[in-house]
């Protein structure tokens, strides 16, 4: 079974703890240029968005702070646009053959998308983003995420699309696809090299 500490931000799979996807990319990505307090206030406003978006999906939501009313605005204009049909919200994944953990932001239909692609209203998997520091980073993530998540639901319910979502304040969203087939093998090397470091005591 699945568990998750909030306070430590640890997830553990039947009481032994497991790594988490955001743990195992953090090598990936060099956040030493930004200064420490716009980093945390990054990572707030961060938490707070998605709590909004969170409670949004579970039709909960009853208002906003004022600095936030721009993300929400972007937030709704990105499910009129898209007739974003949410299936999930945060619900935490456990890949049980390749041991790691993590929290998708969203799963469910895009029925609007407007895309030359095929598969125009297949299930997909959003993770909701400030920014798009991170770049191609974002699709090992949410790659790792659909493989977990795909592992343990009947066919039907699989995403195939993923997407980052960010939501501006000035009222705006960017939707940005990732398609690279390499992604996952990509994290899974992260993943081995993880590992590797966990067994001979290097520092992640």
């Known amino acids: 079974m699945l568990t998750f500490?909030?306070?430590a931000h640890q997830y553990f799979w039947n009481g032994a703890r497991v790594p988490n996807v955001t743990s195992i990319l953090?090598?990936?990505?060099?956040?030493s240029r930004i200064p420490p307090d716009v980093l945390e206030r990054a990572r707030q406003q961060g938490i707070a968005i998605h709590r909004m978006v969170e409670l949004d999906c579970k039709n909960d939501l009853d208002s906003v702070p004022?600095?936030?009313?721009?993300?929400?605005?972007?937030w709704c204009k990105f499910k009129d646009d898209t007739g974003f049909e949410c299936w999930f919200s945060e619900s935490k994944?456990?890949?049980?053959?390749?041991?790691?953990?993590?929290?998708?932001?969203l799963g469910g239909l895009l029925t609007k998308l407007k895309t030359t692609k095929p598969k125009l209203s297949a299930p997909a998997l959003i993770d909701v983003k400030r920014s798009f520091y991170a770049g191609p980073v974002i699709g090992l993530q949410l790659a790792a995420y659909e493989m977990a998540r795909n592992s343990t639901v009947l066919k039907d319910l699989r995403t195939e699309l993923r997407f980052a979502l960010r939501l501006d304040a000035d009222g705006k969203y960017r939707l940005e696809p990732f398609v690279d087939r390499?992604?996952?093998?990509?994290?899974?090397?992260?993943?081995?090299?993880?590992?590797?470091?966990?067994?001979?005591?290097?520092?992640?």
């Open 5 to 7: 500490d909030q306070a």
């Open 26 to 31: 953090a090598p990936l990505t060099d956040y």
């Open 93 to 105: 994944v456990y890949h049980e053959k390749m041991g790691y953990a993590g929290t998708p932001d």
């Open 66 to 74: 004022e600095w936030m009313k721009g993300h929400h605005e972007a």
């Open 182 to 204: 390499n992604d996952f093998a990509v994290f899974t090397a992260q993943l081995a090299t993880y590992r590797w470091k966990e067994k001979y005591g290097r520092p992640q």
